[in-house]
C-alpha cells in the first residue's frame, strides 16, 4: 500500500511559476513510476507528466511540454513537478499518482495510487 500527500498548491498570476510536491509513504517508491494528473471543473482527469522508476524516462502532455519539468528523489520518497510560464488553462486540481507496472504512463487506469490533490489556480 501506498500513501500519496500533494502539496504545493496555490493561486498565482499567469507567468508565474510553481513547484508542486508529492510525498510517498512506504520503502519500494523507487520501483514506482510516478504520474501527475489534472482535472479541471466539469472535464475528465487528464495526464500531465509522468517520470520511470528510476528517472531513466520522462514523459509530458503535449499542452506542457516546455513549461513544465518532472523529478523524483527517491532518497525522500518526492516526485516534484515544476510548473513554469503557468496559464490560466492550467487551473485545475492535480493529482499525484503511482504506477506498479509502469505500462502506458499517460493513462489514468494504469495507475494503482492516488493522492488527495492540490489545487493550482492561475488568474489572467
Known amino acids: 500500500q501506498v500513501q500519496l500527500v500533494e502539496s504545493g498548491g496555490r493561486l498565482v498570476q499567469a507567468g508565474g511559476s510553481l513547484r508542486l510536491s508529492c510525498l510517498a509513504s512506504?520503502?519500494?517508491?523507487?520501483?514506482?513510476?510516478m504520474g501527475w494528473f489534472r482535472q479541471a471543473p466539469g472535464k475528465e482527469r487528464t495526464f500531465v507528466a509522468a517520470?520511470?522508476?528510476?528517472?531513466?524516462?520522462?514523459y509530458f502532455a503535449d499542452s506542457v511540454k516546455g513549461r513544465f519539468t518532472i523529478s523524483r528523489d527517491n532518497a525522500k520518497n518526492t516526485v516534484y513537478l515544476q510548473m513554469n510560464n503557468l496559464k490560466p488553462e492550467d487551473t485545475a486540481v492535480y493529482y499525484c499518482?503511482?504506477?506498479?507496472?509502469?505500462?502506458?504512463?499517460?493513462?489514468?487506469?494504469?495507475?494503482?495510487?492516488w493522492g488527495q490533490g492540490t489545487q493550482v489556480t492561475v488568474s489572467s
Open positions: 512506504g520503502r519500494t517508491f523507487s520501483f514506482y513510476t
Open positions: 517520470i520511470a522508476s528510476r528517472g531513466s524516462g520522462t
Open positions: 499518482s503511482a504506477s506498479n507496472t509502469g505500462l502506458s504512463p499517460t493513462t489514468p487506469s494504469r495507475y494503482d495510487y
